[in-house]
């Protein structure tokens, strides 16, 4: 990445302990006594989602060697922290989205699950997803396929099902279903293309295609495909306009008029 994050970020926290030095040592633990991100990463991941069942130490072995072995994992993860700090007007700092934010905290964790779901070890690929929802109130199946570039916005309620798949620089809002019908097998789940704007509450139903570029209004229910560049809304959802940008995901304009 051309950005230093992992400098940024601690910077940030160090400027954040002279406001509130009530909270130095909660920045010191979970950023500045680690030497990188992928290890603060870890660790906090693995603090939230350790368990009676699971010990803190046991799963930050398995995200430590998941980070370590696959490098796509922490460039995915460097992707989704920029994309979030660029798009959502909420978020002033790199290290409040890596501490606070359960959609960016849930994704990074959605993919080690994921790491673990290619490496055949299904059973704790389920456990990690279980944890995760409980955790977070996201579920993510871990064999879906997702590219980086991914804003999780507010998060809570967000279904992404077992055979979908989300390329790049795609964002999401809360309550969002990417789901199947019930009554299929096999890839029975959406496929959503680059630079898609899911609106609030929306409901994507099987195995179709949103298009590159397309915006799904809030509380939209999405039953067959859409075509690129294009803007539905509605219960079916049908076509309304057309977004004014080519990436809707990178604007963040929930416009549904015939012009965005």
């Given at each position: 990445m051309t950005l230093d994050l992992w400098a940024i970020i601690r910077t940030e926290i160090k400027d954040q302990i002279m406001l509130e030095p009530e909270l130095g040592n909660f920045?010191?633990?979970?950023?500045?006594?680690?030497?990188?991100?992928?290890?603060?990463?870890?660790?906090?991941?693995?603090?939230?989602?350790?368990?009676?069942?699971?010990?803190?130490?046991?799963?930050?072995?398995?995200?430590d060697a998941a980070l370590r072995e696959d490098p796509f994992i922490m460039l995915a993860i460097e992707r989704d922290l920029i994309a979030t700090r660029q798009r959502d007007p909420a978020v002033k700092y790199y290290s409040s989205t890596l501490l606070y934010f359960k959609g960016f905290q849930a994704l990074q964790a959605y993919r080690i699950g994921h790491w673990l779901w290619r490496h055949e070890r299904n059973g704790m690929a389920l456990y990690l997803q279980s944890q995760i929802a409980e955790v977070f109130c996201v579920d993510i199946h871990p064999a879906a396929v997702i590219g980086s570039g991914i804003l999780v916005d507010h998060a809570t309620g967000i279904v992404i099902g077992e055979t979908c798949v989300l390329d790049n620089n795609i964002s999401i809002m809360q309550g969002v279903t990417l789901g199947g019908t019930g009554k299929e097998s096999g890839d029975r789940h959406p496929k959503v293309r680059h630079g898609v704007l899911i609106g609030t509450g929306a409901i994507v139903i099987g195995n179709v295609v949103i298009g590159e570029g397309a915006k799904i209004g809030a509380g939209s229910v999405v039953l067959n495909d859409v075509s690129p560049h294009t803007t539905v809304a509605g219960i079916p959802a049908v076509v309304v306009g057309k977004p004014r940008v080519e990436q809707p995901a990178l604007d963040m304009s929930h416009d549904l008029n015939h012009n965005g």
């Open positions: 920045f010191s633990r979970r950023i500045l006594q680690h030497d990188s991100l992928e290890a603060a990463l870890s660790d906090l991941l693995a603090h939230k989602l350790a368990s009676a069942d699971f010990a803190h130490n046991a799963l930050r072995q398995i995200f």
